[in-house]
């Protein structure tokens, strides 16, 4: 499917690919320059206005990279940040992740991958820039010279240049391919929160998103799938709705039947009254119960693959007839974006044009030329805004119908799912069942445990190549080892082939296995009768850098302080997206199991934080998400189907369910590797108010929803 060659830093740093047509992410569209900017790099490009163009591989779905990564590149080039603009990359090798030679945007890797790219591409152009000046200036060196806010300037004499007047000729420079990365100790962006770049525009009304976009002569299409997973049209007829107003044709597609119309509610009321019926595939009559029974069958048979070994667990946990066993599940989820899939295509026999809100960059072109049967460089991706991402706009299903449509129409065709159409036609996060056992010593630690995981696949349908039998990484991560001190663990997977359809969800992996890991551990602590903080923390003596996070969540939280009658305080700690957390949840709960929350506390380490502001409101916004998580999320199947359909049967978390006190606390682990914030942020609420359930009432909760025990949140 795709070229895996490796790209060198010079191709990285300085390789142009196909014609930019894109929207300017100030939000409004790309300003008219005087002239056509100077291109440095493959990522820099500066107007004779002395305006710095960064372009961006990553889309915006909320976590704020449309700011973050032009401000590492804007400090390392020293631009003027006021003058500085961003716009979207091309879909070319150039710009694709280059830990996996992949163009996307998900598993928390923007600024993790991407920082280092924009240090990098913001050196190659100072170099640029300064050996420029240094060439108008007799017997100028370049060591005597530096940049800021938009000027080279000349030290000994404090002559000046603008980044305009030297742009054209700097361009024309070889390109360093080990630019010196600038050694500054009071950077003017990084470390410090500015004000976020896409938020005027989304508050302004500016902001386009997906379902904000149109082009000339664009129509729109409704889709109707087959209700049951595999099914496919039996028959449809056309002419029961010839002659409707505005109504242009029903055409197949995958699956399903679209009408195309003038406006969107033509197309919507049309497919409503088109003839159409289904017919079931083979997977048809499979059900919750029967995934139950699958999931239970894969638990207690022999196929399995040692996924992480670690000393000798299994002959140690067998050998002890003490040994503690529990079993934890977490349900299939659905992405409920508040923008439901979308997408707008033109194809035509000179291109093919795709404007989407998307995650999957290369696999949407990808898709766009199979379909097409055009060259690559013919089929032109621009990305817009996304009402929320999670994982889901990784997949280009969504994508293929527009295309499909525009070239049976003959326009550009804009698809519009419907909420209901979205819910029942997701990629869900697979459900989970893990059994886990632990040997304890004479301190009531563990010193051996073994862990079993079944989960169908995450990672397959957005798989850049094919996953080996039986493993799948974004599945089993959270489990393949912690920063607990225990001498002996094993994790064995097994991966069930499932008829429902599943993909990656927010916090991937992490977020069922952390659950169970989690809850298994303060299992573990309630038999060792100890503190479920000091408990985990004498797991932790080897560990300052986990300790730190550890203790200043225990601290902040007030965790020795006693608490009244049916309150307590849950508490997880884990690694993630390669960022050291520690959450803690204090709620109330009656004799109804109605639960208030009264504060929540999150500690996290990322290795470094860019922006403090930004970093805040990612993890406080998966800690939202982390309670509809924990108390409400779950898909049920019935009859080859999902059986919800819209908000009122999966439900997300209101402001008033929410604790009135969140608070978040950030250490900056300079020098470690570099974590991600964008997914994490959720993962560790479900445990810890599991955790905290059982802190206030004595019930331990080992399967989510936490509303399949009776629980909810009070009513105000």
């Not at 999670?390 to 997949?395: C, N």
């Not at 990612?618 to 009859?639: H, R």
Request: hydrophobic fraction near 40%; aromatic fraction near 8%; proline fraction near 6%.
């Amino acid at each position: 499917m795709r070229d895996h060659t490796t790209i060198d830093r010079r191709s990285f740093l300085s390789g142009v690919g196909a014609l930019v047509v894109g929207i300017s992410w100030t939000g409004k569209p790309g300003r008219a320059q005087s002239s056509a900017p100077s291109r440095l790099t493959a990522w820099v490009s500066i107007s004779t206005d002395n305006r710095v163009t960064v372009r961006l591989s990553q889309s915006e779905i909320g976590q704020g990279i449309t700011t973050t990564l032009p401000a590492i590149l804007a400090d390392e080039l020293g631009a003027d940040w006021s003058r500085v603009e961003t716009e979207n990359s091309p879909v070319e090798k150039e710009y694709q992740n280059p830990r996996i030679h992949w163009m996307f945007t998900g598993n928390s890797e923007s600024i993790q991958t991407f920082s280092d790219v924009m240090r990098q591409a913001g050196a190659a152009a100072r170099e640029m820039l300064i050996a420029a000046a240094v060439a108008r200036w007799p017997n100028a060196k370049s060591g005597d010279c530096f940049t800021q806010d938009n000027k080279v300037v000349h030290r000994p004499s404090k002559r000046s240049l603008g980044f305009g007047e030297l742009a054209e000729a700097a361009s024309r420079l070889p390109l360093s391919e080990h630019p010196k990365l600038r050694v500054d100790t009071n950077p003017s962006l990084i470390g410090r929160s500015i004000p976020r770049r896409d938020i005027p525009s989304k508050t302004d009304g500016a902001a386009v998103f997906g379902i904000d976009f149109k082009v000339p002569g664009m129509v729109y299409a409704a889709v109707r799938q087959a209700p049951m997973f595999g099914g496919s049209v039996d028959t449809f007829d056309a002419a029961s709705i010839a002659g409707r107003p505005g109504v242009i044709g029903a055409f197949p597609i995958p699956n399903g039947v679209a009408v195309v119309a003038e406006h969107f509610w033509q197309a919507k009321t049309a497919l409503e009254a088109l003839q159409v019926s289904f017919k079931a595939g083979p997977d048809s009559a499979f059900d919750s119960a029967s995934i139950e029974n699958q999931y239970r069958s894969a638990l207690a048979g022999v196929s399995w693959g040692a996924i992480f070994t670690k000393g000798d667990a299994p002959k140690m946990v067998a050998g002890d007839r003490e040994a503690i066993t529990r079993e934890y599940s977490s349900p299939f989820q659905a992405h409920a974006t508040m923008e439901p899939m979308n997408c707008t295509a033109s194809v035509t026999k000179d291109g093919c044009d795709i404007w989407a809100p998307t995650q999957g960059q290369e696999l949407t072109k990808i898709i766009g030329g199979a379909l097409t049967k055009l060259p690559p460089e013919k089929v032109r991706v621009h990305w817009t805004f996304s009402g929320g991402g999670f994982g889901r706009r990784l997949l280009a299903d969504f994508v293929a119908q527009a295309v499909i449509l525009s070239k049976q129409s003959g326009r550009p065709v804009k698809v519009i799912w419907t909420r209901e159409e979205d819910m029942t036609h997701d990629f869900y996060r697979p459900a989970t069942l893990t059994k886990l056992s632990a040997s304890r010593g004479t301190d009531g630690r563990p010193t051996a445990i073994t862990a079993r995981l079944v989960s169908s696949t995450q990672l397959r349908p957005v798989s850049p190549g094919p996953l080996p039998a039986n493993v799948d990484p974004r599945c089993t991560e959270g489990l393949e080892g912690s920063r607990y001190s225990i001498d002996n663990f094993r994790l064995d997977y097994n991966r069930p082939e499932l008829a429902a359809p599943t993909s990656v969800l927010r916090t991937t992996g992490f977020g069922p296995n952390i659950f169970a890991f989690e809850s298994f551990i303060d299992e573990l602590a309630h038999e060792a009768r100890q503190d479920p903080y000091k408990f985990r923390r004498a797991l932790l003596l080897h560990d300052p850098r986990g300790l730190k996070v550890l203790d200043l969540a225990a601290e902040k939280s007030g965790w020795s302080k006693s608490l009244p009658k049916g309150a307590g305080r849950g508490m997880a700690f884990y690694e993630a997206f390669d960022t050291i957390m520690a959450q803690v949840v204090e709620l109330m709960v009656d004799k109804e199991k109605s639960v208030k929350l009264r504060k929540i506390v999150t500690v996290a380490d990322p290795g470094k934080i860019f922006d403090p502001g930004i970093a805040t409101s990612n993890l406080e916004g998966g800690v939202v998400w982390g309670l509809t998580s924990a108390m409400k999320s779950e898909i049920t199947f019935a009859k080859g189907a999902a059986v919800q359909t819209n908000f009122d049967g999966y439900d997300m978390v209101h402001m008033w369910e929410t604790a009135p006190v969140v608070e978040t606390y950030l250490l900056n682990g300079e020098g470690n590797k570099l974590g991600g914030l964008g997914e994490v942020g959720p993962t560790g609420i479900p445990p810890a108010f599991a955790n905290a359930i059982f802190a206030a009432t004595g019930e331990r909760l080992r399967s989510l929803p936490l509303s399949r025990h009776g629980y909810s949140f009070a009513q105000i």
